[in-house]
């Protein structure tokens, strides 16, 4: 719904972002697919790249679903 902040988060390296919503207007479903679009990256992708991130960033990965 922000252009600018579309802008922006192409910019953010893969590596270094989360996704989350604080809305009720939109799902969290929506996010990754806007973040998929904006990113042009498949969605799946996107999916194991959050929970990279997460992986890294906690050192834990609760979901057991990276096999690295």
Known sequence: RNPELASVFNYVP?????LETDT???TIVD???????????ELE???YMVV???DQVFN???F?????
Not at 31 to 41: E, F, P, T
Not at 64 to 68: E, K, S
């Open 45 to 47: 992708n996107l999916k």
């Open 14 to 18: 893969n590596e270094y972002f989360f």
């Open 60 to 62: 834990s990965n609760p």
């Open 52 to 54: 990279k991130n997460f």
């Open 31 to 41: 996010v990754y697919q806007k973040a998929s679009h904006i990113k042009n990256i």
């Open 64 to 68: 057991n679903l990276l096999n690295t």
């Open 24 to 26: 009720i207007k939109e």
